[in-house]
C-alpha cells in the first residue's frame, strides 16, 4: 500500500489518464456520445464521467478516487459543500417515520438538520452526549436507521468511540456516518473502525486554501450509488473548476497536516494554563477527558482548539480582536489561521436554547493554519495577557 502522500498525488491517475501533467478542467456542462449505445449507457453510469456534469464529470470523479483511497474505502463523491453531502446522503438513506441519532456537540448546520430539517419531512431525532458511551444505545428505537457521528465535533473537540457506535450500529442493522472534517483521513479513518459513510466540509482541510466550497461523502460502492441517486434529484453539484481546486489542494493534504497538528498541540499547551483562560478543548492535551480515546483512534489532533475565557462573551470577542494573525472568520482549515466566537456565529443557525446547549458564551473557536509556530503562540499568548489585564482592571477600578 503507498503512503498517503504518494496516494494524494497519484490515485487520480488512471481515472482519466492524459498527457497533461496537471490535469485538465472539463470545463464543460455536457458531454457528446457517438452512437445511441454510448449515450444510453453513459445516462445510466452512476458516479460516472461523460453524460452531463450534473451526473459526474472527469473534474470529480478524479477528486472522489483520492478521497476514497486516503479514506480506506470503495467509492466516493463530491459535492458542492460539506451541507450538500450530509443532505443528500440523508435524504438517500431516511424516509419518513424513520428515526436518526446525532450528537449534542455538533457542527451548527448538522444541528440544524437534526433538530429543524429532518422532523418537518416526519424523521424524529434524537441528540445524545458522545462522551457517554451508553447515549447511543439507550437511544436507538426500532425505527433507527442512522448515527451521524463528529469526531473532534465543532466547536467543543469532544471525540466519540467510533468503534464502540460502529458495533452497536452493526448490531442493530443501522448505518453510521462520520463528520471527518477536522481529524481529516491523515489524522483517523473512521472507516477503519467500522463506520459506515465518512463525510467533509471538503471546504476545511482537504480544500486547505480557503478558496473552494465543497463537499466530499465515501463509503461502500453499493451505498454511495443511492447517495449518487438522490444527488442527481438535489443537484448540490461541484463545479469543475472547484472540483479542480480541490483535487489541487488534496495533493499537499499530507504534508500540511502535520503542521496543522504541530501548531494546534502548541497552542493549546501555551494556553491551558494562562490566567485569562479557564480551559482549553483540545483532544492532545493530557487533561482533556477524552484524551486516551482520542490517542487510541487519531494519529494526530488536528489545529481546532475551543479556548474558554473565564471573562465570558466580552472576553472571548476581546481575544479575537488582539489576534495579529488569526482573522475573524467562519472557515477553518485552511494554510491561514482563523478564529471566531461561535456563540455570536451560530446565533442565526440555532434558537437561543438551541445555542446555550451546544456552546459555551465564551468560547472562541481557534483554527490554527500553518504559519511558524512560534509566531501563531507568541501572538495567542500576547492576546491573552491583554485579555487578563484588561480583566484584571474590570475586577479592582
Ligand atoms: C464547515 C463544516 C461543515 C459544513 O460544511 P460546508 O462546506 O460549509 O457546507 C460540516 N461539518 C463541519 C465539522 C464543519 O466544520
Do not use: C
Amino acid at each position: 500500500m503507498p503512503g498517503s502522500s504518494t496516494v494524494t498525488v497519484h490515485a487520480d491517475r488512471e481515472v482519466r489518464p492524459s498527457r497533461a501533467v496537471a490535469p485538465p478542467i472539463y470545463q464543460t456542462a455536457a458531454f457528446s456520445a457517438a452512437d445511441a449505445e454510448t449515450f444510453a449507457r453513459a445516462a445510466v453510469d452512476r458516479r460516472g464521467q461523460d453524460f452531463y456534469t450534473r451526473f459526474g464529470n472527469p473534474n470529480h470523479a478524479q477528486v472522489a478516487a483520492v478521497v476514497a483511497e486516503l479514506e480506506g474505502t470503495e467509492a466516493a463523491m463530491v459535492t458542492a459543500s460539506g451541507m450538500a453531502a450530509l443532505t443528500t446522503a440523508v435524504l438517500a438513506l431516511v424516509s419518513t417515520g424513520d428515526h436518526v441519532i446525532g450528537q449534542r456537540s455538533t457542527y451548527g448546520g448538522t444541528a440544524s438538520v437534526l433538530l429543524n430539517l429532518l422532523p418537518r419531512f416526519g424523521v424524529s431525532t434524537t441528540l445524545v452526549d458522545q462522551t457517554d458511551p451508553e447515549a447511543f444505545d439507550k437511544a436507538l428505537t426500532p425505527q433507527t436507521r442512522l448515527i451521524l457521528v463528529e469526531s473532534p465535533s465543532n466547536p467543543l473537540l469532544q471525540t466519540t468511540d467510533l468503534r464502540a457506535v460502529a458495533d452497536l450500529a452493526r448490531a442493530h442493522d443501522v448505518l453510521t456516518m462520520a463528520d471527518n472534517t477536522f481529524a481529516t483521513p491523515l489524522n483517523q479513518r473512521p472507516a477503519d473502525f467500522g463506520i459506515d459513510l465518512v463525510w467533509h466540509s471538503a471546504t476545511k482541510y482537504l480544500g486547505g486554501h480557503s478558496d473552494v466550497s465543497a463537499g466530499a461523502v465515501a463509503g461502500p460502492a453499493e451505498l454511495l450509488d443511492r447517495i449518487w441517486d438522490a444527488g442527481l434529484l438535489t443537484g448540490a453539484v461541484l463545479g469543475p473548476f472547484d472540483a479542480w481546486l480541490l483535487l489541487r489542494g488534496i495533493r499537499t493534504l499530507p504534508l500540511r497536516m502535520p503542521r496543522h497538528n504541530a501548531n494546534g498541540q502548541a497552542l493549546a499547551e501555551a494556553l491551558h494554563d494562562h490566567p485569562a483562560v479557564s480551559r482549553v478543548h483540545y483532544p492532545g492535551l493530557a487533561s482533556h477527558p477524552q484524551h486516551e480515546l482520542a490517542a487510541r483512534q487519531m494519529r494526530g489532533f488536528g489545529g481546532v482548539l475551543g479556548i474558554e475565557f473565564t471573562g465570558g462573551y466580552e472576553a472571548a470577542d476581546a481575544f479575537l480582536g488582539q489576534l495579529r494573525y488569526a482573522r475573524r472568520s467562519a472557515s477553518l482549515g485552511g494554510v491561514e489561521s482563523l478564529a471566531v466566537h461561535p456563540a455570536s456565529m451560530w446565533r442565526g443557525m440555532l434558537s437561543e436554547d438551541q445555542l446555550a446547549a451546544s456552546v459555551p458564551p465564551g468560547l472562541v473557536r481557534l483554527a490554527a493554519g500553518t504559519e511558524d509556530t512560534a509566531d501563531l503562540v507568541a501572538d495567542a499568548l500576547a492576546a491573552a495577557d491583554v485579555v487578563a489585564a484588561t480583566g484584571d482592571r474590570v475586577r479592582t477600578p
